[in-house]
C-alpha cells in the first residue's frame, strides 16, 4: 500500500524537520509540530497552524497513533489500568501507578510476546507484531491525560513484550521520552525490564543510555530457570550475570534482579542460598515479586511465611532486597491479563 500515513510521533525534531521541508515549511514549524505532538495534541489542536495546514498534514500523516479503548480503577490504591488501542485495531495494556514521589507508568513494547515464560499472561499467544516508538510515545501521552495538571515522572518497560526484542524502536522510544524538547522524562528514572537476551545486554551497555537495567531472573541456577523461562536454553544464567556485570561497568548503575516466588519450585531457603552465592559482590538489588495467579497456569505463588523467609535469607547473605508493592490487585494489574480478558470478550460475542 502506498498511502499508508507516517507516524510523525515517531521522529526526532530534526527528521521531522526534514520531512516538513519536503511540504516547504520552515523549520520553526516543524518546531510548533513537534512540541504539539508531545504534548498530546492532534492536528484539529494545532491552533498556530493554518486549516488548511492542518487539513494537509491530515492527509499524509497520524498525528497520535493510540487512544485509550478503556480504563480501569483500582478501589484500593490510584491505580489504574489502561487498555490502549492502536491504529491497526490491536490493543495493549498499561498501568498507571500512584507512589508518594509521583506517577509512574508501566509501559507495553510489544503486542503479546514470544519469550514464553510459564507464568507471563503476556505471551499465551505469542508475539502479534512490534510497537512503534511512536505507539510507545502515544502510550505515555494518553496515560498523562489521565493526571491532568500532573505529570509522570516514572517509566517502566515492564508491560507485555521483550523490549530488547523490539530493540531499534525502543531505543528510538527511549531518545524520545527523554528529548529536551519533548516531555523530557529523565533516563535514570526508566526501567528497562528484561527476561536476559545476552547480546542485546552488551549492545545497550554501549548505548550511552544512563536507564536502569531490570533482569527477570526468578531462579538461582539455569536448571530451575529453564522450567519457567525458556530463554535460560539460550543463554545460561552465568553468561546473563556476566553481562550484567558488563552493564554495571559500563553505566556505573545498579542491576535489579526480579524474583518472582512460585511456591516450591524457587522460593525455599536453599534457593535464597544459591541465589546469594552467585550475586555475592555485584552491585545489585533483588525486587522479590509475590506471583500474580494467571487463569492459564498451574503455577502458585507462595504464603506470607514463605515469602518473608525467602527475603530474611537474602539479606542475611547482603543481598539488598525488597517486595515489589502489589497494586491494583482488584484490576487485574498482572501483566497482560486486561488484554487477554478483551481478546476473550471478542471471541464470547462472535
Ligand atoms: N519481557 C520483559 C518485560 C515484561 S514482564 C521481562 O521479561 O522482564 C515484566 C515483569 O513481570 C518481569 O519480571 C516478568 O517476569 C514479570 N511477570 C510476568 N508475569 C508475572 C506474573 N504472573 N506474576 C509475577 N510477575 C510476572
Same mark, same amino acid.
Given at each position: 500500500m502506498?498511502?499508508?500515513?507516517?507516524?510523525?510521533?515517531?521522529?526526532?525534531?530534526?527528521?521531522?524537520?526534514?520531512e516538513?521541508k519536503?511540504? @516547504?515549511?520552515?523549520?520553526?514549524? !516543524?518546531?510548533q509540530?513537534?512540541?504539539?505532538?508531545?504534548?498530546g495534541?492532534?492536528?484539529?489542536?494545532m491552533?498556530n497552524?493554518?486549516?488548511e495546514?492542518?487539513?494537509?498534514l491530515?492527509?499524509?500523516?497520524?498525528?497520535?497513533?493510540?487512544?485509550v479503548?478503556?480504563q480501569?480503577?483500582?478501589?484500593?490504591?490510584d491505580?489504574?489500568?489502561?487498555?490502549?488501542?492502536? @491504529?491497526?485495531?490491536?490493543?495493549v495494556?498499561?498501568?498507571?501507578? /500512584?507512589?508518594?514521589?509521583?506517577?509512574?507508568?508501566?509501559?507495553?513494547t510489544?503486542?503479546?510476546?514470544?519469550?514464553? $515464560?510459564?507464568?507471563?499472561?503476556?505471551?499465551?499467544?505469542?508475539?502479534?507484531?512490534?510497537?512503534?516508538?511512536?505507539?510507545?510515545? @502515544?502510550?505515555v501521552?494518553? !496515560?498523562?491525560?489521565?493526571?491532568?495538571?500532573d /505529570?509522570?515522572?516514572?517509566?517502566?518497560?515492564?508491560?507485555?513484550?521483550?523490549?530488547?526484542d523490539?530493540?531499534?524502536?525502543?531505543?528510538?522510544?527511549?531518545?524520545?521520552?527523554?528529548?529536551?524538547?519533548?516531555?523530557?522524562?529523565?533516563?535514570?528514572h526508566?526501567?528497562?525490564?528484561?527476561?536476559?537476551?545476552v547480546?542485546?545486554m552488551?549492545?545497550? !551497555?554501549?548505548?550511552?543510555?544512563?536507564?536502569?537495567?531490570?533482569?527477570?531472573?526468578?531462579?538461582?541456577?539455569?536448571?530451575?530457570?529453564?522450567?519457567?523461562?525458556?530463554?535460560?536454553?539460550?543463554?545460561?544464567?552465568?553468561?546473563v550475570?556476566?553481562?550484567?556485570?558488563?552493564y554495571?561497568d559500563?553505566?556505573g548503575?545498579?542491576v535489579?534482579?526480579?524474583?518472582?516466588?512460585?511456591d516450591?519450585?524457587?522460593?525455599?531457603p536453599?534457593?535464597?542460598?544459591?541465589? !546469594?552465592?552467585?550475586?555475592?559482590?555485584?552491585? $545489585?538489588?533483588?525486587?522479590?515479586?509475590?506471583?500474580?495467579?494467571?487463569?492459564?497456569?498451574?503455577?502458585?505463588?507462595?504464603?506470607?511465611?514463605?515469602?518473608?523467609?525467602?527475603m530474611q535469607?537474602?539479606?542475611?547473605?547482603?543481598?539488598?532486597?525488597?517486595?515489589?508493592?502489589?497494586?491494583?490487585?482488584?484490576?487485574d494489574?498482572? $501483566?497482560?491479563?486486561l488484554?487477554?480478558?478483551?481478546?476473550?470478550?471478542q471471541?464470547?460475542?462472535?
Amino acid at each position: 500500500m502506498d498511502n499508508v500515513k507516517k507516524e510523525l510521533l515517531g521522529l526526532f525534531p530534526e527528521e521531522l524537520a526534514a520531512e516538513m521541508k519536503t511540504l @516547504g515549511l520552515p523549520a520553526f514549524r !516543524a518546531g510548533q509540530i513537534f512540541s504539539w505532538l508531545h504534548k498530546g495534541a492532534g492536528f484539529d489542536e494545532m491552533t498556530n497552524l493554518s486549516k488548511e495546514l492542518r487539513e494537509k498534514l491530515k492527509m499524509q500523516y497520524i498525528d497520535q497513533p493510540v487512544t485509550v479503548l478503556s480504563q480501569k480503577r483500582s478501589q484500593l490504591d490510584d491505580t489504574c489500568k489502561l487498555l490502549y488501542a492502536m @491504529g491497526d485495531g490491536n490493543c495493549v495494556e498499561g498501568v498507571l501507578m /500512584h507512589y508518594h514521589h509521583g506517577y509512574t507508568l508501566c509501559l507495553s513494547t510489544q503486542v503479546g510476546c514470544r519469550m514464553g $515464560c510459564a507464568f507471563c499472561a503476556s505471551t499465551l499467544e505469542g508475539c502479534v507484531r512490534n510497537l512503534t516508538a511512536a505507539e510507545m510515545m @502515544g502510550e505515555v501521552l494518553c !496515560a498523562s491525560k489521565m493526571i491532568p495538571g500532573d /505529570h509522570i515522572s516514572n517509566l517502566v518497560l515492564m508491560g507485555s513484550g521483550e523490549p530488547l526484542d523490539n530493540y531499534d524502536e525502543v531505543m528510538r522510544f527511549l531518545r524520545l521520552v527523554s528529548h529536551e524538547k519533548g516531555l523530557n522524562i529523565g533516563l535514570r528514572h526508566i526501567s528497562l525490564s528484561t527476561c536476559g537476551l545476552v547480546p542485546k545486554m552488551y549492545e545497550l !551497555a554501549e548505548e550511552k543510555l544512563p536507564v536502569t537495567l531490570s533482569l527477570s531472573l526468578h531462579a538461582p541456577n539455569d536448571d530451575i530457570r529453564k522450567q519457567l523461562m525458556p530463554v535460560a536454553k539460550a543463554y545460561k544464567m552465568e553468561d546473563v550475570l556476566k553481562a550484567c556485570r558488563n552493564y554495571i561497568d559500563k553505566t556505573g548503575r545498579r542491576v535489579i534482579f526480579e524474583y518472582a516466588l512460585v511456591d516450591k519450585l524457587n522460593s525455599l531457603p536453599e534457593h535464597a542460598a544459591e541465589l !546469594a552465592s552467585r550475586l555475592r559482590g555485584m552491585q $545489585c538489588h533483588v525486587n522479590v515479586i509475590p506471583l500474580n495467579s494467571v487463569e492459564e497456569n498451574a503455577l502458585k505463588g507462595c504464603d506470607e511465611r514463605a515469602i518473608n523467609r525467602f527475603m530474611q535469607e537474602l539479606s542475611d547473605r547482603h543481598i539488598s532486597v525488597t517486595r515489589r508493592r502489589e497494586m491494583g490487585d482488584d484490576i487485574d494489574g498482572a $501483566c497482560g491479563q486486561l488484554r487477554r480478558k478483551h481478546l476473550k470478550g471478542q471471541e464470547d460475542a462472535k
